[in-house]
Protein backbone atom coordinates (compact mmCIF):
# COMPACT_ATOMS: atom_id res chain seq x y z
CA UNK A 1 0.00 0.00 0.00
CA UNK A 2 0.88 3.47 -0.51
CA UNK A 3 1.76 5.54 2.46
CA UNK A 4 4.09 8.04 4.44
CA UNK A 5 5.74 7.02 7.44
CA UNK A 6 6.95 9.85 10.11
CA UNK A 7 8.45 7.46 12.75
CA UNK A 8 8.85 10.24 15.36
CA UNK A 9 6.03 11.29 17.27
CA UNK A 10 7.47 13.87 19.10
CA UNK A 11 10.97 15.71 19.43
CA UNK A 12 12.15 17.93 21.57
CA UNK A 13 15.51 19.96 20.60
CA UNK A 14 17.26 23.12 22.40
CA UNK A 15 17.10 26.04 20.47
CA UNK A 16 20.45 26.87 18.05
CA UNK A 17 20.12 23.31 18.08
CA UNK A 18 20.11 20.98 14.86
CA UNK A 19 16.65 19.64 14.22
CA UNK A 20 16.26 16.05 11.68
CA UNK A 21 12.72 15.49 11.31
CA UNK A 22 12.59 11.92 9.47
CA UNK A 23 9.95 10.79 6.70
CA UNK A 24 9.63 7.91 4.83
CA UNK A 25 7.79 6.66 1.85
CA UNK A 26 5.91 3.61 0.26
CA UNK A 27 5.22 4.11 -3.24
CA UNK A 28 6.08 2.07 -6.63
CA UNK A 29 7.54 5.22 -8.66
CA UNK A 30 8.73 8.36 -6.57
CA UNK A 31 5.93 10.49 -5.69
CA UNK A 32 6.25 14.25 -5.49
CA UNK A 33 7.08 15.35 -1.65
CA UNK A 34 6.37 17.77 0.48
CA UNK A 35 6.99 19.25 3.66
CA UNK A 36 4.29 20.99 5.57
CA UNK A 37 4.17 22.88 9.17
CA UNK A 38 0.80 23.71 11.12
CA UNK A 39 1.28 25.90 14.07
CA UNK A 40 -1.47 25.38 16.66
CA UNK A 41 -4.91 26.28 15.39
CA UNK A 42 -3.67 27.20 11.74
CA UNK A 43 -3.59 25.58 8.38
CA UNK A 44 -0.91 23.78 6.57
CA UNK A 45 1.87 26.38 5.58
CA UNK A 46 4.54 24.99 3.21
CA UNK A 47 8.02 24.34 3.75
CA UNK A 48 9.52 22.68 0.66
CA UNK A 49 8.90 20.64 -2.11
CA UNK A 50 10.94 17.98 -4.14
CA UNK A 51 9.30 17.28 -7.86
CA UNK A 52 12.73 16.37 -9.56
CA UNK A 53 16.22 16.82 -10.26
CA UNK A 54 18.76 18.14 -7.27
CA UNK A 55 17.82 15.89 -4.45
CA UNK A 56 18.82 18.68 -2.05
CA UNK A 57 15.92 21.18 -1.46
CA UNK A 58 15.78 24.47 0.06
CA UNK A 59 12.75 26.12 1.48
CA UNK A 60 11.34 29.04 3.92
CA UNK A 61 12.29 29.57 7.42
CA UNK A 62 15.92 28.29 7.09
CA UNK A 63 14.50 24.40 6.27
CA UNK A 64 15.96 21.80 3.83
CA UNK A 65 15.40 18.61 2.66
CA UNK A 66 16.94 15.94 1.02
CA UNK A 67 15.42 13.13 -0.94
CA UNK A 68 17.40 9.90 -1.20
CA UNK A 69 15.68 7.09 -3.48
CA UNK A 70 17.75 4.51 -2.20
CA UNK A 71 16.45 4.97 1.20
CA UNK A 72 12.97 5.92 0.20
CA UNK A 73 13.39 8.91 2.77
CA UNK A 74 12.70 12.64 2.40
CA UNK A 75 14.18 13.79 5.66
CA UNK A 76 13.77 17.55 7.04
CA UNK A 77 16.49 19.54 8.38
CA UNK A 78 17.30 23.00 10.21
CA UNK A 79 21.07 24.00 11.39
CA UNK A 80 19.74 26.05 14.16
CA UNK A 81 16.49 26.02 15.50
CA UNK A 82 14.49 28.79 16.93
CA UNK A 83 11.17 29.07 19.65
CA UNK A 84 9.19 30.04 16.98
CA UNK A 85 9.55 26.64 14.92
CA UNK A 86 7.69 24.89 17.56
CA UNK A 87 4.81 23.50 15.56
CA UNK A 88 3.82 20.50 13.82
CA UNK A 89 5.24 19.21 11.01
CA UNK A 90 3.69 16.92 8.42
CA UNK A 91 5.35 15.45 5.20
CA UNK A 92 3.13 14.20 2.27
CA UNK A 93 3.28 12.68 -0.82
CA UNK A 94 1.33 13.41 -3.97
CA UNK A 95 0.18 10.46 -5.92
CA UNK A 96 -1.62 12.00 -9.38
CA UNK A 97 -4.12 14.64 -8.02
CA UNK A 98 -4.03 13.19 -3.63
CA UNK A 99 -1.89 14.26 -0.97
CA UNK A 100 -0.75 11.38 1.59
CA UNK A 101 0.23 12.42 4.85
CA UNK A 102 2.52 10.95 7.67
CA UNK A 103 1.15 11.06 10.54
CA UNK A 104 3.04 14.23 12.02
CA UNK A 105 5.97 14.80 13.94
CA UNK A 106 5.58 17.30 17.01
CA UNK A 107 8.50 19.69 17.39
CA UNK A 108 9.40 21.49 21.03
CA UNK A 109 11.62 24.11 21.19
CA UNK A 110 13.18 24.46 24.72
CA UNK A 111 15.10 27.60 25.82
CA UNK B 1 -2.40 38.12 -2.91
CA UNK B 2 -4.61 36.39 -1.12
CA UNK B 3 -4.79 32.43 0.24
CA UNK B 4 -7.10 30.26 0.76
CA UNK B 5 -9.80 31.16 3.09
CA UNK B 6 -12.47 29.28 4.98
CA UNK B 7 -15.26 30.03 7.42
CA UNK B 8 -16.45 29.80 9.60
CA UNK B 9 -12.94 29.07 10.99
CA UNK B 10 -14.68 27.65 14.37
CA UNK B 11 -18.34 25.55 14.79
CA UNK B 12 -20.47 24.10 17.38
CA UNK B 13 -23.12 22.06 16.19
CA UNK B 14 -25.47 19.73 18.05
CA UNK B 15 -25.58 16.07 16.78
CA UNK B 16 -28.12 15.64 14.22
CA UNK B 17 -27.75 19.18 13.21
CA UNK B 18 -26.71 20.15 9.24
CA UNK B 19 -23.22 22.44 8.85
CA UNK B 20 -22.00 24.23 6.32
CA UNK B 21 -18.72 24.89 5.61
CA UNK B 22 -17.50 27.12 2.88
CA UNK B 23 -14.51 27.42 0.90
CA UNK B 24 -12.88 30.22 -1.29
CA UNK B 25 -9.67 29.46 -3.33
CA UNK B 26 -6.85 31.56 -4.58
CA UNK B 27 -8.55 32.98 -7.43
CA UNK B 28 -7.79 31.23 -11.13
CA UNK B 29 -6.71 27.76 -9.15
CA UNK B 30 -8.16 25.15 -11.10
CA UNK B 31 -8.07 22.36 -8.83
CA UNK B 32 -9.97 22.56 -5.29
CA UNK B 33 -9.44 19.81 -2.88
CA UNK B 34 -10.98 19.05 1.48
CA UNK B 35 -9.09 17.01 3.53
CA UNK B 36 -10.47 16.32 7.16
CA UNK B 37 -8.16 16.44 10.01
CA UNK B 38 -8.79 14.38 13.09
CA UNK B 39 -7.16 15.48 16.45
CA UNK B 40 -4.00 14.05 16.76
CA UNK B 41 -3.44 12.96 12.90
CA UNK B 42 -2.43 14.17 9.46
CA UNK B 43 -5.52 15.10 7.11
CA UNK B 44 -7.03 12.51 5.12
CA UNK B 45 -8.23 13.37 1.72
CA UNK B 46 -12.13 13.87 1.04
CA UNK B 47 -12.62 14.90 -2.04
CA UNK B 48 -11.55 16.63 -5.29
CA UNK B 49 -12.69 19.11 -7.88
CA UNK B 50 -11.72 20.23 -11.13
CA UNK B 51 -13.45 23.21 -11.88
CA UNK B 52 -17.17 22.86 -11.38
CA UNK B 53 -16.61 19.12 -11.68
CA UNK B 54 -16.52 16.66 -8.70
CA UNK B 55 -13.82 14.08 -10.28
CA UNK B 56 -13.54 12.12 -7.02
CA UNK B 57 -15.45 11.78 -3.84
CA UNK B 58 -14.27 8.44 -2.54
CA UNK B 59 -12.41 9.76 0.59
CA UNK B 60 -16.27 11.19 2.13
CA UNK B 61 -17.03 9.41 5.15
CA UNK B 62 -20.78 8.42 4.25
CA UNK B 63 -23.76 10.19 2.37
CA UNK B 64 -24.44 12.68 5.14
CA UNK B 65 -21.12 14.39 3.58
CA UNK B 66 -21.75 16.47 0.30
CA UNK B 67 -19.56 18.88 -1.47
CA UNK B 68 -20.25 21.39 -4.24
CA UNK B 69 -18.31 23.89 -6.46
CA UNK B 70 -21.46 25.17 -8.64
CA UNK B 71 -19.15 27.83 -10.76
CA UNK B 72 -15.76 27.05 -10.50
CA UNK B 73 -14.46 28.57 -7.41
CA UNK B 74 -16.28 28.52 -4.08
CA UNK B 75 -17.23 25.52 -2.62
CA UNK B 76 -19.24 24.31 -0.13
CA UNK B 77 -18.52 20.89 2.36
CA UNK B 78 -22.00 20.31 3.67
CA UNK B 79 -22.72 17.56 6.36
CA UNK B 80 -26.01 16.32 7.20
CA UNK B 81 -27.60 15.04 10.66
CA UNK B 82 -23.77 15.61 12.49
CA UNK B 83 -22.64 12.70 14.20
CA UNK B 84 -19.79 13.46 17.35
CA UNK B 85 -17.38 11.68 14.99
CA UNK B 86 -17.62 14.24 12.46
CA UNK B 87 -15.79 16.45 15.05
CA UNK B 88 -12.60 17.37 13.17
CA UNK B 89 -10.56 20.13 11.33
CA UNK B 90 -11.65 20.53 7.79
CA UNK B 91 -9.04 21.88 5.57
CA UNK B 92 -9.53 23.24 2.01
CA UNK B 93 -6.99 23.57 -0.44
CA UNK B 94 -6.27 24.60 -3.90
CA UNK B 95 -3.97 24.44 -6.79
CA UNK B 96 -3.16 25.64 -10.50
CA UNK B 97 -3.81 22.33 -11.75
CA UNK B 98 -4.22 18.40 -10.22
CA UNK B 99 -0.38 17.84 -9.93
CA UNK B 100 0.72 21.21 -8.54
CA UNK B 101 1.34 22.25 -5.26
CA UNK B 102 -1.52 22.07 -2.81
CA UNK B 103 -2.23 25.63 -0.41
CA UNK B 104 -3.87 24.87 2.06
CA UNK B 105 -6.48 27.34 4.13
CA UNK B 106 -6.91 28.14 7.89
CA UNK B 107 -9.63 25.17 8.24
CA UNK B 108 -12.64 25.25 9.83
CA UNK B 109 -12.83 23.27 13.13
CA UNK B 110 -16.50 21.28 14.05
CA UNK B 111 -17.14 20.56 17.53
CA UNK B 112 -20.01 18.37 17.28
CA UNK B 113 -21.70 17.82 20.94
Known amino acids: AQSVTQPDIHITVSEGASLELRCNYS??????LFWYVQSPGQGLQLLLK??????LVQGIKGFEAEFKRSQSSFNLRKPSVHWSDAAEYFC?????????FGAGTTVTVRA | GAGVSQSPRYKVAKRGQDVALRCDPI?????LFWYQQALGQGPEFLTY????????KSGLPSDRFFAERPEGSVSTLKIQRTQQEDSAVYLC???????????FGPGTRLLVL
Open chain 2, 93 to 103: ASSLNRVETQY
Open chain 1, 27 to 32: YGATPY
Open chain 1, 50 to 55: YFSGDT
Open chain 1, 92 to 100: AALNDYKLS
Open chain 2, 27 to 31: SGHVS
Open chain 2, 49 to 56: FQNEAQLD
